[in-house]
């Protein structure tokens, strides 16, 4: 079996406040790629965008605006595989994730929420780059897997609307952490040209979460991988449907697993056994979706 992305655990951090200023580290340097060129004006209506995660123009490009536009799309945006387990081929081009996102009003995995999230930053005005991760649970796969975004202000962020329930908050990368990521903390561990996201349970040890490095990525890069997970037998992308999203900005959270559904509040989770039947039902209340 390979991951499947964590959906919620017993128990959770509740939201923690400002952190103080951490000592800079460098972060591996970057190996650019040759841009794709300017998002097409056609297919990334921004003020749709920006409508269907509850927020409206002007959004400058700023650090508190990064970290509420991460919120809301992780609210509005569910993280769901319902086309890969139904079997409906799904792509990486920014034409096809921005459509489906706006036009369709569905949501997606990393490949799909992840490369539309970048294109709208990058219409916003943000410097963002796409980034190829191995993720770093149970079997590690062959090739990465996962897509997650650099985006560069004042100082370099991690930022990711598509890996389950994780960090809430730009994450500072140039600093080792402890980082607040509005669940729980989160670091980097820095290794010549890779560095690997963790977070710190309550027993203090880091869990490493996924490994990047320095190369900026095309949405075409990502196609070998977004095959791979479509296509091999027996991956729980294609075994198991889910749905997840932040409720309210998070750090609370619903998740819809196959017999139940699950909600985090106030840092503590409850789950309900669910039937077959439920599935549709549920699906449509708490994601506004449709198998």
């Known amino acids: 079996m390979l991951w499947l992305p964590y959906l919620g655990a017993t128990t959770s951090h509740s939201q923690r406040g400002p952190e103080g200023r951490d000592q800079p580290l460098k972060e591996p340097t970057a190996r650019r790629v040759s841009s794709s060129g300017p998002i097409p004006e056609g297919f990334?209506?921004?003020?749709?965008?920006?409508?269907?995660?509850?927020?409206?123009?002007?959004?400058?490009?700023?650090?508190?605006?990064l970290e509420r536009l991460q919120r809301a799309h992780l609210t509005h945006i569910p993280f769901?595989?319902?086309?890969?387990?139904?079997?409906?081929?799904?792509?990486?081009?920014?034409?096809?994730?921005?459509?489906?996102?706006?036009?369709?009003?569905?949501?997606?995995?990393?490949?799909?929420?992840?490369g539309a999230f970048a294109a709208l930053?990058?219409?916003?005005?943000?410097?963002?780059?796409?980034?190829?991760?191995?993720?770093?649970?149970?079997?590690?796969?062959?090739?990465?897997t996962h897509l997650t975004l650099r985006v560069t202000l004042d100082r370099p962020y991690l930022v990711d609307v598509g890996f389950g329930d994780s960090f809430i908050r730009p994450l500072p990368l140039d600093s080792e952490g402890p980082h607040d990521g509005g669940t729980t903390r989160f670091g980097f561990r820095f290794d010549g040209e890779t560095t690997t996201l963790v977070s710190y349970e309550d027993d203090g040890n880091p869990k490493p979460h996924f490994r990047f490095d320095g190369t900026a990525r095309r949405p075409s890069d990502f196609e070998e991988a977004s095959s791979?997970?479509?296509?091999?037998?027996?991956?729980?992308?294609?075994?198991?449907?889910?749905?997840?999203r932040l409720l309210d900005g998070g750090p609370d959270r619903v998740t819809l697993l196959s017999d139940r559904i699950k909600f985090r509040r106030d840092g503590v989770w409850s789950e309900h056994p669910i039937t077959r039947s439920d599935w549709d039902r549920l699906l449509a209340e708490w994601f506004g979706l449709t198998p």
Do not use: H, M
Request: aromatic share 10%; glycine share 8%; with cysteine.
């Open 228 to 244: 791979y997970l479509q296509t091999t037998p027996g991956l729980q992308w294609t075994e198991s449907r889910f749905a997840t």
């Open 80 to 114: 769901e595989n319902l086309d890969v387990y139904a079997g409906r081929t799904v792509r990486t081009d920014d034409d096809w994730t921005v459509r489906k996102v706006t036009e369709r009003g569905r949501g997606g995995w990393c490949f799909e929420l992840n």
């Open 121 to 144: 930053l990058a219409r916003l005005g943000y410097d963002v780059e796409r980034r190829a991760a191995t993720v770093l649970y149970g079997s590690v796969s062959r090739i990465p």
């Open 44 to 65: 990334l209506n921004v003020d749709a965008y920006l409508s269907r995660i509850g927020l409206s123009a002007p959004v400058e490009p700023n650090l508190a605006n």
